[in-house]
Nanobody, 128 residues
């Protein structure tokens, strides 16, 4: 059974930091890229960051570059993906979800339809 479970969300003041985790199991996720997406109230889900299967390549949306860092740990049965978020801003407030790629080869790391498995999300709230 495929499971992606996020944790680490919460309420933080502007300028603060949070570290999100996503534990993925039930599939050989170590062979697939992983991504983080977010959805704010009234807005569409948007790409935040992605990491290749080996961790050798990372991708970010422009607004989080230099503030967020994605990383991963490919253990035997469970892959854990992290999103370190620093210098948080109120506009970062959203539900953050991790996702696993549909296939080993991807056209775009930022495209929602490139991901087949999703977690339920964790709320991040940044107060001003």
């Amino acid at each position: 059974q495929v499971q992606l479970v996020e944790s680490g969300g919460g309420l933080v003041q502007a300028g603060g930091s949070l570290r999100l985790s996503c534990a993925a199991s039930g599939r050989t996720f170590s062979s697939y890229a992983m991504g983080w997406f977010r959805q704010a109230p009234g807005k569409e889900r948007e790409f935040v960051a992605a990491i290749s299967w080996s961790g050798g390549s990372t991708y970010y949306r422009d607004s989080v570059k230099g503030r967020f860092t994605i990383s991963r740990n490919n253990a035997k049965n469970t892959v854990t993906v992290y999103l370190q978020m620093n210098s948080l801003k109120p506009e970062d407030t959203a539900v953050y979800s991790c996702a696993a790629a549909r296939a080993a080869t991807m056209t775009s790391f930022a495209a929602l339809n490139e991901y087949a498995f999703w977690g339920q999300g964790t709320q991040v709230t940044v107060s001003s």
